[in-house]
């Protein structure tokens, strides 16, 4: 755990950092200040950083606090000290978020949003399918249960083991684990193509792939092209710029219900909630092995 060496200055497994303005308002709305919001990261760091380790990362960053001026960043500043990791591609030299100091660096940089791609640094493959359940408000949030319980049904008839989370903001997402560089995005296209359009065929008065928001009318976007290379997704456990501090919160499946809401989770519930509850994404690396991906692939493809 970090040890405080004086209010401004930690030190965090062996790097000595410098929290700047800790009593700056992060949440005005929450009472929620910088320092609240860096204990916040250490103590959820043992459930987030296995979600960022060894992917490069893209933060949404607010400078003022949420409900200022915003900006996306993906390059590491040139004064971002020595132990920060990156990884350079596409002439983009991104951060790597492996480690409890690169986290709490981020958060004293006000990043808030942190979002990653569904691939290690060292594949092309990725690690999870992701499905994104995209209501048009959180009004019609309802729509993102029905649509996760329909696809919940149609996973365990394929045994694939599923996990899901809120967005933190209007939606759910729909996690299946993979084993390490085993299958390419055109395979993983094909399933979620696959699962799209069942959803779409089944209640095409409540969901839609259509890209356009204009043509969605009220109808549930399903995403399935946000799973692909350099596309990103938010990382469980990372807080959102919101007004109410919402976390992208990891679910068990018996919770989602049509009492769900996503602004049960916010920042000041996340804690408390893992110490009573558990984490539901505990067995996600482990699952990986298990899953039998590729029978439910093949058949896929003999269907086409």
């Known amino acids: 755990m970090p040890k405080t060496l004086d209010r401004h200055k930690i030190l965090i497994e062996g790097h000595e950092l410098q929290i700047t303005s800790p009593d700056k308002p992060l949440w005005p709305s929450k009472d929620i200040t910088k320092l609240k919001y860096l204990q916040y990261l250490i103590e959820i760091s043992p459930y987030m950083l296995p979600f960022l380790k060894n992917r490069i990362l893209t933060v ?148 839609t792939i259509e890209r356009l928001k204009k043509n969605r009318g009220n109808r549930l976007y399903v995403d399935y092209l946000q799973h692909a290379f350099g596309k990103t997704i938010i990382a469980p456990y990372s807080v959102r710029g919101n007004d109410e501090a919402l976390v992208a919160t990891p679910l068990f499946w018996e919770e989602v219900n049509q009492s769900l809401s996503p602004t049960h989770f916010p920042l000041d519930a996340i804690i408390e909630r893992l110490l009573s509850k558990g984490c539901p994404f505990k067995e996600f690396e482990k699952s990986k092995k298990a899953q039998r991906f590729n029978d439910v692939l093949n058949n896929l493809k003999l269907m086409i």
């Open 60 to 207: 949404i960053r607010y400078p003022h606090g949420v409900g200022g001026e915003l900006f996306y960043q993906k390059n590491c500043p040139d004064y971002a000290p020595d132990f920060i990791q990156t990884f350079k591609t596409e002439n983009i030299n991104y951060i790597v978020c492996s480690e409890l100091p690169t986290l709490i660096w981020l958060g004293n940089q006000i990043a808030i949003d942190f979002h990653t791609p569904f691939n290690l640094i060292d594949s092309e493959k990725p690690s999870e399918i992701v499905l994104d359940l995209d209501p048009p408000s959180r009004n019609e949030f309802n729509l993102a249960v029905e649509a996760a319980l329909m696809l919940k049904e149609v996973l365990d008839n394929l045994k694939l083991k599923s996990f899901i989370k809120t967005s933190g903001n209007k939606g759910l997402q729909i996690y299946i684990p993979l084993p390490e560089n085993e299958f390419t995005y055109d395979e993983t296209r094909l399933f979620t193509e696959f699962l799209a359009n069942y959803l779409v065929k089944k209640e095409p008065n409540l969901f």
